[in-house]
T-cell receptor
């Protein structure tokens, strides 16, 4: 069965420091991987995705993620955190052959960036 | 750009009442989905549609009904509301074709409380 794990419920970072939000996945075949961000009382906003090719994917708002097939991970990173990055972050996966309308989501990681 | 539009944003229902959450997209997307978001559980798929006239069940379909008479609209019906259906509901859409890595776009959410 396909699954996504976000092992940290919350990540705390000081402004200006690098941040990492972890994600591991379990699917058969080569996965399609996504990161979304949710601000309070808002919908999910697309950040970036990995389909194929370069393992380092760059996305919106200075975020990037690294696909690691051997570790089945897709960690989200940013070199210098901003207070405005504080939000709920979701990792999601779609297996090859799965319906293009559907994703399997992790439980989310709350990122808190302090001044 | 309207994108994915959901109404209402907030709703309080009494147990046993029925209601419809509306969803419309203006991107001519083939795929539309409904997810529910509960604390600590991420997003779970309720129903999805791969095109007008075609719908299927997701992970948590019980108590919900959908139809897709047009490409643009994908309403979600609660047949007899229960307190367990208190949640935040998100409608989403994505284009078809390609390898399956198409981005899914989400609406702003509908906050439903069943008392």
């Amino acid at each position: 069965a396909q699954s996504v794990a976000q092992p940290e419920d919350q990540v705390n970072v000081a402004e200006g420091n690098p941040l990492t939000v972890k994600c591991t996945y379990s699917v058969s075949g080569n996965p399609y991987l996504f990161w979304y961000v949710q601000y309070p009382n808002r919908g999910l906003q697309f950040l970036l995705k990995y389909i194929t090719g370069d393992n380092l994917v760059k996305g919106s708002y200075g975020f990037e993620a690294e696909f690691n097939k051997s570790q089945t991970s897709f960690h989200l990173k940013k070199p210098s955190a901003l207070v405005s990055d504080s939000a709920l972050y979701f990792c999601a996966v779609r297996a090859p052959g799965g319906s293009q309308g559907n994703l399997i989501f992790g439980k989310g990681t709350k990122l808190s960036v302090k001044p | 750009n309207a994108g994915v539009t959901q109404t209402p944003k907030f709703q309080v229902l009494k147990t046993g009442q029925s209601m419809t959450l509306q969803c419309a997209q203006d991107m001519n997307h083939e795929y539309m989905s409904w997810y529910r978001q509960d604390p600590g559980m991420g997003l779970r798929l309720i129903h999805y549609s791969v095109g007008a006239g075609i719908t299927d069940q997701g992970e948590v379909p019980n108590g919900y009904n959908v139809s897709r008479s047009t490409t643009e609209d994908f309403p979600l019906r609660l047949l007899s509301a229960a307190p367990s259906q208190t949640s935040v509901y998100f409608c989403a859409s994505s284009s078809g074709g390609g390898s399956g890595g198409n981005t899914i776009y989400f609406g702003e959410g509908s906050w439903l409380t069943v008392v």
